[in-house]
């Protein structure tokens, strides 16, 4: 029996063609950047356990956007719980703290400032 044979140099190179972009496709999705962001857990006498709105609250405060929130607000909810206190670290910086005292949420941020924030009452002046 005769071996069936394809001989055409257009199919040979729409071949190749398809194997390098399916290549490229797949090693672009290796080599996205994660955010950079960590949410890292410290130890404090209060805990606090944060509500969903608690922590859009506190995290919009910081300067986190929505994207950011959603992908981290977990880790900064269950580290209050916890913990207590969590710190924020992007790349190598840290930019912010976030500290349980009594039902509050004391927030220190390297570019926005400093906040305090009751679970029960909102927002609170800070001197």
């Excluded at 790349?91 to 976030?98: I, L, P, Q, R, S």
Aim: glycine share 10%; with cysteine.
């Amino acid at each position: 029996m005769k071996p069936i044979t394809y001989k055409s140099k257009t199919g040979g190179v729409m071949l190749v063609s398809m194997l390098l972009a399916l290549m490229a496709l797949s090693l672009g999705g290796c080599m996205r950047r994660p955010t950079g962001i960590q949410i890292l857990p410290m130890g404090n006498q209060d805990v606090l356990e944060l509500t969903a709105n608690d922590v859009v609250q506190v995290m919009r405060a910081a300067g986190f956007s929505d994207d950011q929130i959603y992908e981290h607000g977990a880790a900064l909810r269950d580290g209050m719980a916890r913990r207590g206190a969590v710190q924020v670290k992007i790349d190598d910086t840290y930019e912010a703290v976030f500290a349980a005292k009594g039902d509050s949420v004391y927030i220190s941020t390297r570019s926005r400032g400093h906040f305090i924030y009751d679970i029960n009452t909102g927002w609170q002046n800070v001197r």
